[in-house]
């Protein structure tokens, strides 16, 4: 081995030639196309203000995907639908979503990401705006355009955490990535707070729909002006350089050979099935156990009471930010002494969380306080994962496969994962209670399927501690040792 090395090291010293591998980072190599990244120096001060930005679209995108979560009760009186048809609503926009996230993953590792973000974000905008105009009888316009809203989604949520992962390193990448990923449950809670908090004021909830894109123009706005394009791989002390991009194919065997990223996108969509599902329908739940207790009487004419979506979107923030917070200061901790302790966190946050989801599902039709307590405890454990995951994405996968393996994570984790979940709680729920104990417990039956798939999901993270050392060294490697001083060439089949 030594032995070939060194007539390796002897070849390159001689030859005037350079070669590079897929996914390499070739300092001063020419290139026959202009590069579309800043190359300038970016300050702390401009990276900080992008992160912001990124964070308020982020929040932005979340609010808007659970405010028809939020109002569903009036939604499902206004068009007169069953469960079943409007869980339609989540997953036709998690199935857009899932078609376009490899396509914006392929053009966010090969084009002007900024550009491609705002391109997306204004159908988004416009799509949003429009759905608030649908009346009663065009209920298949309203699915039309929710699943054209996963246009915005997809473009922003493939490309966003990349830029953050090229403007930082280290530390600061991971308490970046946990800032704008701590938006994810807290956008969703606001989701539902605004949402509901709207519709009582007006007495119309597609009121609720036409407050996103008010706040998403101003996302536009704040992208155009501050967001730059770092270069690809800048955070890894390669700014200056140019990526050798590769063939689409070449990327997704890259990524399949890469067990920590394969092992981790199962864990993630596990936890995709469990949140999409509890986000669309806890709030319906709540609100029809306290109907079968007798504390509330059924909703039967719009506006419909929307209180049990305000609690629910409170204990979502608070818990949102508790849980960030907490999985992002133990990852730091823990990561220099516990090479693996990003996987066991998820681990632990999954595992922990399914008997708290189990408990509040039980104890729903007989003590609503109690039912709360177990899924703020639960909502805490599962937010441990969410800054955490990013950033396993971002340092086992070499940067110029960042926004594809995020593409393809994402589509893998909605297509197994809550593209059908909301959907797949319906079969039971339509089977025929008439009675409101009846759509009580056949919701809560639906329901008993979530904290196993949660189980399913921490066994997942627990394989990825398994690979993550050493596929983060190599990813390292890759990217930092691809030329060495000498012109040694690190190659990786």
Request: include cysteine; aromatic fraction near 12%; hydrophobic fraction near 45%.
């Amino acid at each position: 081995y030594y032995f070939s090395a060194t007539l390796q090291l002897l070849s390159i010293s001689v030859s005037n030639e350079t070669s590079t591998r897929y996914g390499s980072i070739a300092d001063s190599l020419p290139t026959d196309e202009p590069s579309t990244a800043e190359t300038t120096v970016l300050s702390s001060r401009r990276s900080y203000i992008t992160v912001a930005v990124l964070c308020y679209v982020n929040l932005i995108n979340y609010m808007d995907r659970y405010t028809i979560a939020g109002v569903l009760l009036s939604i499902q009186k206004f068009f007169d639908i069953t469960d079943s048809t409007s869980g339609l609503l989540q997953t036709v926009f998690i199935c857009s979503f899932i078609i376009l996230a490899p396509i914006f993953g392929y053009l966010g590792d090969r084009y002007n990401r900024k550009f491609i973000m705002i391109g997306g974000l204004s159908v988004w905008v416009v799509m949003t705006l429009s759905s608030s105009f649908v009346t009663e009888s065009y209920f298949w316009l309203l699915v039309l355009l929710r699943a054209l809203v996963g246009t915005g989604e997809a473009s922003y949520s493939t490309i966003a955490p990349t830029i953050i992962g090229d403007l930082f390193s280290g530390a600061k990448r991971t308490v970046m990535i946990s800032a704008f990923y701590i938006f994810i449950p807290v956008g969703s809670g606001l989701g539902y707070i605004i949402g509901s908090s709207v519709a009582n004021a007006t007495g119309d909830w597609r009121w609720a729909l036409r407050l996103n894109p008010i706040l998403g123009s101003l996302g536009l706005f704040l992208l155009a002006v501050f967001c730059p394009n770092p270069p690809r791989g800048a955070s890894d002390g390669h700014g200056g350089s140019t990526i050798e991009h590769t063939s689409y194919l070449e990327d997704v065997k890259y990524l399949l050979k890469n067990k920590s990223f394969v092992w981790s996108s199962l864990g993630v969509t596990a936890m995709a099935f469990l949140t999409g599902a509890l986000a669309f329908w806890t709030p319906i739940f709540l609100s029809r156990a306290q109907v079968a207790q007798g504390i509330q009487p059924p909703c039967n004419t719009e506006p419909c009471d929307t209180s049990d979506s305000y609690i629910f979107g409170v204990v979502t923030v608070m818990t949102g930010i508790l849980g960030v917070s907490l999985g992002s200061t133990i990852s730091r901790k823990l990561r220099d002494r516990v090479p693996n302790a990003d996987p066991l966190i998820c681990a632990v946050g999954m595992l922990g969380s399914a008997p708290c989801f189990f408990a509040a599902i039980v104890l729903a039709s007989t003590s609503i306080p109690a039912t709360y307590v177990f899924i703020g405890i639960g909502e805490t454990l599962l937010s441990l994962n969410w800054a955490v995951l990013a950033d396993i994405l971002l340092y086992v996968v070499v940067p110029t496969r960042r926004a594809t393996a995020e593409a393809l994570q994402i589509m893998v984790c909605h297509l197994l994962g809550d593209a059908g979940s909301p959907y797949l709680q319906t079969p039971v729920t339509t089977a025929s209670f008439l009675a409101p104990i009846g759509l009580f417990r056949s919701l809560e039956y639906s329901f008993l399927l979530c904290p196993f798939v949660g189980v399913l999901g921490g066994l997942f993270f627990l394989m990825t501690a398994l690979y993550i050392t050493k596929d983060r060294k190599n990813a390292e490697l890759l990217t930092a040792g691809t030329i060495g001083t000498y012109g040694f060439i690190w190659v990786y089949g």
